[in-house]
């Protein structure tokens, strides 16, 4: 069996970045994940605080889609592990996250997203379903 999530509505939508699930990094308290990640795109220290503050994930994810302040050069190299770092510390925060989590035995979860075919599986299913594999790694983690 597979576990499919998407949108914060879904079974399993605690599993979304968007998800009002918070994490601390470096003493800064994170909304969600999404306002985490899409400002560690960025060197800029004010841009990625105005990320931190927006008022919704959707707020900070057009944010940090944005191209008007340029993105740090190694974001290739480093989004999947910022995202699995993010990811771990919202399951290692919230224990009734992880109980879900762990609750998933070893099935597969995949990130439904349609126009997403890197952190999901995209429109007709191809994608890479990053977001999906972190999460089972997670996972993972959380047994030992």
């Not at 919704?56 to 699995?84: C, F, H, N």
């Not at 919202?90 to 126009?115: C, M, W, Y």
Request: one cysteine or more; proline letters at 3%.
């Amino acid at each position: 069996m597979t576990i499919f999530f998407y949108t914060k509505t879904d079974e399993y939508g605690d599993f979304s970045n968007f998800s009002k699930h918070g994490i601390e990094v470096d003493g800064l308290w994170w909304p969600t994940v999404e306002h985490f990640f899409q400002a560690q795109k960025f060197e800029n220290v004010e841009y990625q605080e105005k990320i931190r503050t927006a008022f919704t994930p959707k707020q900070a994810a057009e944010l940090g889609r944005s191209r008007k302040v340029p993105i740090r050069k190694d974001w290739e190299e480093v989004k999947d592990l910022i995202m699995y770092q993010a990811v771990l510390k919202k399951f290692k925060t919230h224990n009734r996250l992880a109980e879900i989590l762990l609750s998933t035995g070893n099935q597969d979860i995949v990130e439904n997203a349609p126009g997403d075919y890197y952190w999901g599986i995209g429109q007709n299913g191809t994608g890479l379903n990053k977001l999906g594999k972190i999460l089972c790694s997670v996972r993972d983690q959380l047994r030992i």
